[in-house]
């Protein structure tokens, strides 16, 4: 006899249904962007939410370059990164990253708010940081989602 009147159900990739959500980056802040993107890349806004399993949606964000920093963020923050040759630590601020690459400034900060595992590895792939209001994954057909709503 099944004492337990009910069972856990865990997601999967198959029992997974993943989605295509669009976000619009303009006039959003970095980090509450980048949070509220990894929280959908993630699952954790659904109820079938699976921590070992890749159950979240893939994201389209457009308009990198709106982006907004608060404070004197935009100067006085400094991104580092190393060639892999003796003395090749590099610095940029955030005003260099944005004028030349502007996706790589949201993707960098969602990238930072995934696990540090091959499940955030591959959790990244389901990120497309976009420049501008055009994007090549209109096939998918992506919802549009407000940012402010979620919390």
């Not at 006899?1 to 989605?19: C, G, I, P, R």
């Not at 993630?42 to 979240?56: I, L, M, Q, V, Y």
């Given at each position: 006899?099944?004492t ?11 029992t ?10 303009e006039?959003?802040?970095?980090g509450?962007?980048a949070?509220?993107?990894a ?5 954790k806004?659904?109820p079938?939410?699976?921590p ?5 949606d893939?994201?389209?964000v457009?308009n990198?370059?709106?982006?907004v920093?608060?404070g004197?963020?935009m ?11 003796p003395?090749?630590?590099?610095f ?13 400034l ?41 940012l402010?709503?979620?919390?």
């Amino acid at each position: 006899m099944d004492t337990l009147s009910y069972k856990t159900v865990s997601a999967n990739k198959a029992t997974a249904n993943k989605e295509w959500i669009l976000v619009d980056a303009e006039g959003q802040a970095l980090g509450r962007l980048a949070s509220k993107v990894a929280k959908i890349l993630r699952g954790k806004n659904k109820p079938s939410f699976t921590p070992h399993a890749d159950c979240g949606d893939n994201v389209i964000v457009i308009n990198a370059e709106k982006v907004v920093l608060t404070g004197k963020k935009m100067s006085d923050k400094v991104y580092i990164r190393h060639t892999g040759y003796p003395g090749g630590q590099r610095f940029q601020t955030a005003t260099e990253i944005l004028a030349k690459y502007p996706e790589r400034l949201v993707e960098k900060a969602i990238k930072g708010m995934l696990p540090k595992n091959s499940l955030g590895r591959k959790l990244y792939t389901n990120v497309h940081v976009v420049v501008g209001a055009e994007h090549k994954h209109e096939a998918q057909k992506p919802k549009v989602v407000d940012l402010n709503t979620i919390k």
